[in-house]
């Protein structure tokens, strides 16, 4: 059963923020931090305010700009860390979104599940 779903995430700069975007993320519980399009982020008004080495998809690691933002997945929503993504990188729903979000993989199904 593969332990990877795509889910459809709300991003806003924060939580009253008029401006938002809707994004297509891969959860993957492997990776700490969301990946998302550098452009997206930048659009939202969102500016990153430290260079972050993070955990790539495959185990390898690259530095990238990382910011504070507004998140809502399956129903759930909370601020957590994004990272700006380059031209090809993965867009990646990561494990402290997860965290934040009380959201999990369920290996039986392969579907997000909320934590109880």
Known sequence: MSMEQTVRAKIQKHRKSPKSAEVDLRADPSVVYSIVPAETLYDLGIQPDEDTTIAMPGGTEATRR????????????????????????PAVLGRMALDILALALDPNVGRLQPLT
Do not use: I, L, N, Q
Not at 71 to 78: F, T
């Open 66 to 89: 990382t910011a504070g933002a507004y998140m809502e997945v399956a129903g759930r929503s909370g601020y957590t860390r994004v990272a700006f993504g380059k031209e090809g990188d």
